[in-house]
């Protein structure tokens, strides 16, 4: 079966410009989460989704940030504009129900210069 | 302050050594619990789920005390390949998953 898959594995971009970062959960999972993490801060929850639905996006860092889930097998993170302290790796993470096992995707390794 | 709190390390052990790791949470109506493991440059994967009973999983035992709020995670005769970032994760009763910030374990030869 396939897992949560994430694109692009790796980006580098230029400041200023907007990032694009995509995640399939797998498939009959109705939570989806984007995580971000760097070796200052660890791993912090950016924002989860419900059934389609965000339900708690009180870690996205500022409105640069946005997320949505059109439909229950994708989802985007965008940053716009980006920063240099943007640089971290992205993960997506999928679950089913409320209490179960979080699987993850390979993750999104941004650099901003 | 922080929803789960975790102790830092780094953990430098050799092998065969028994470590011990705790992680407290600040929402006493969190639900479920886990313990993952991160390799460098890797996702996080599930290393054991974590019951109220407390569970044993070979080398590993995972332990709950709800009354305090904190999970710990117990590595028995360590071995090199269990070098690696150990995550405790709590989910709310909203749904939520929040990681620890992680401990580093390192067992050397």
């Known amino acids: 079966d396939a897992g949560v898959i994430q694109s692009p594995r790796h980006e580098v971009t230029e400041m200023g410009q907007e990032v694009t970062l995509r995640c399939k959960p797998i498939?009959?999972?109705?939570?989806l989460f984007w995580y971000r993490q760097t070796m200052m801060r660890g791993l912090e929850l950016l924002i989860y989704?419900?059934?389609?639905?965000?339900?708690?996006d009180s870690g996205m860092p500022e409105d640069r940030f946005s997320a949505k889930m059109p439909n229950a097998s994708f989802s985007t993170l965008k940053i716009q504009p980006s920063e240099p302290r943007d640089s971290a790796v992205y993960f997506c993470?999928?679950?089913?129900?409320?209490?179960?096992?979080?699987?993850f995707g390979e993750g999104s390794r941004l650099t901003v210069l | 302050r922080k929803e789960v709190e975790q102790d830092p390390g780094p953990f430098n052990v050799p092998e065969g050594a028994t470590v011990a790791f705790n992680c407290t949470y600040s929402?006493?109506?969190?639900?479920?619990f886990f313990w993952y493991r991160q390799d460098c440059r890797k996702e996080p994967k599930l290393l054991m789920s974590?019951?109220?009973s407390g569970n044993e999983d070979g080398r590993f035992t995972a332990q709950l005390n709800r009354a305090s709020q904190y999970i710990s995670l117990l590595i028995r005769d360590s071995k090199l390949s269990d070098s690696a970032t150990y995550l405790c994760?709590?989910?709310?009763?909203?749904?939520?998953?929040?990681f620890g910030d992680g401990t580093t374990l390192t067992v050397k030869p």
């Open positions: 993470a999928s679950r089913q129900g409320s209490w179960g096992e979080l699987f």
């Open positions: 498939s009959g999972h109705d939570y």
């Open positions: 989704f419900n059934n389609n639905v965000p339900i708690d």
């Open positions: 929402n006493s109506a969190s639900q479920s």
């Open positions: 974590v019951y109220s």
């Open positions: 994760v709590v989910n709310s009763n909203a749904g939520k998953s929040t």
